[in-house]
Every structure is written in C-alpha cells, then in structure tokens.
C-alpha cells in the first residue's frame, strides 16, 4: 500500500535512494521507461540479496504504436531493469492503440514475463473503452490522486469494476502550499504527525494505495510511519473540503 516513487529522481542518485528506501522498509517501487532509471532500480533491487518475490517492481510503458512494439518495449524494460519478470506494468497513457498495446501485456502476461498489468492517466473514458475491449481488467489504474485532486467519481468507477486506484503524486508533489496547509496542519499537530504523514494516511484510509518520492532518508521513513494513528470521520471530512477538482500540473 506504501510505495516508493522515482519520478525525477536523477539516474546519478537512483541506485543510492532505492537501497535506502529498501533498508527503510519499502518493498514496492514504481519506475517507468520514461524517468531512464529503470537500470538504477534494478540494481539497487539486486544489490539487496532481498527475495525476488519481496519486492515488487512496477514499470511503464511509454511511446509506442502497436502489439509488437509493445512486446519489443516488455522485452527491453526486463533488460534494462535486468529482472527476470516486472510485478506490475502500465500504459504510462492512453496514447495510440492502447487497445493493441494492452493485448501485448495480456499475452506477456500469459508467457509469465509480467505478473499483473494495468494503466495510468486513464480516465473514465478511455477506461471504459479499455474494459470494453479487454480479457484481463487492469490490476491498476494510478491516475493523480492527492487532497487537492480527489478523484472521488473515478475511485467509485474503478471499484465498481475491480480496478485498484492508485494515487500518483500523493503529496500533490507539494503543489498548492501543501506543505503549509493550515487544516492539515491542524489535523497533524492533534496526532503529533506531520502533513506528509496526514496527506499519506487520508488517501490509505479510502483503500488507495500511494507511492510518494523522496531522497532524503528520514523523509522515507516519515513516508512510511503511518500506521500508528487513524483519521476521525470529522478529519477525513475537513479533508474533503480541500478538494480543487483539478489537476495541479494541467496534465490529465
Ligand atoms: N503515472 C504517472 O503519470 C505519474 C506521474 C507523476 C508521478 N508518478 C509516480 O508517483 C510518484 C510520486 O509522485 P511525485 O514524485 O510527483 O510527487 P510526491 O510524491 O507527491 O511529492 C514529491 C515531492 O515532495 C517532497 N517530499 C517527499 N516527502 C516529503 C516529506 N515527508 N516532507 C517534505 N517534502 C517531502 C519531495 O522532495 P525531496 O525528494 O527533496 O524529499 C518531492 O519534491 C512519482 O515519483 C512517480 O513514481 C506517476
């Protein structure tokens, strides 16, 4: 349920912040093709002499056309990676046939090389479509997620079919003064935690899974300290409010 992301995370320092999240404890890292740290993620996964099956590795696909394309993409993200299976991968974003590039991941699937297959950035539309058209539901649909973007139609949506949400940029990448939010503050000082700590426990609290970034080792282990408190209904309220209904980046 606590991930570790790796967006904007320089390949120079990826290897180091991956084994000190993986010594902090997290056992779930998200990369992708297009933040070109895969290779430093895998390293770091192998340099831990962890059990394979102890971590779990998700990656993404990006820009690319078709069904064969998409095979190519698997077989070269295993290669980077350097990792004999990927735990969860997604369409970075419904770009071109994604209905062909979601047939390769099903039959990839198939041969064992990925273990579960989802999505990103699909929103009802698209997600619709997908469902409409494939074998497997997706595992997973990590879409923007934070106090200031909610999703709440979209969280119903993909429980309605079986989809887990997960949030991406689930600190809202500190965007909108979330750091200095006064009703998370206030809600933090009552628990004796901090805001990243609120921001993280309110989106568990609704069963959606996060994955936030950081390079700074004592931030991983803020990141991670969230299961010694609970939000009051009066709490998960307050929260609700902040809600902008927007994206804080004008991306999807
Ligand atoms: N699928 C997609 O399209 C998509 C898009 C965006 C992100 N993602 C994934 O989601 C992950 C998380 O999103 P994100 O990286 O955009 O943003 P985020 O996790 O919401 O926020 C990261 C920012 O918050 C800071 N930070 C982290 N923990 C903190 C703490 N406890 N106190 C104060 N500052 C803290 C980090 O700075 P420092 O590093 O300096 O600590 C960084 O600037 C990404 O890394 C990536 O894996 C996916």
Redesign the pocket.
Known sequence: MVGF?????PRRITQQCVTDALEVGYRHI???QC?GNEHEVGLAVKASCLPREEVFVTT?LWGVRGYGDTMRSIENSLRTIGLDYIDLF?I??PSGDFISQYQAMEDARQMGLLRSIGV??FMQENYLNLIAHCKVIPAVN?I?T?VYRQQTAMHRLLQQHGTWHES???????QNGF?RDPVLQAIADCHGK?I?QVGLRWLLQQGIDV??????KQ?MQ??LDLFDFSLSDAEMQAIKGLDTGRSQFNW?
């Not at 994955?211 to 700074?216: D, G």
């Open positions: 992301g790796t967006y904007q995370m998200d990369t992708a933040y993404k997604l970075h974003e990103a950035n990590q923007e934070h991406w940029s689930p600190l809202a990448c500190g750091f901090t990243a994955i936030p970034k950081t390079t700074h931030r803020e990141n999807w």
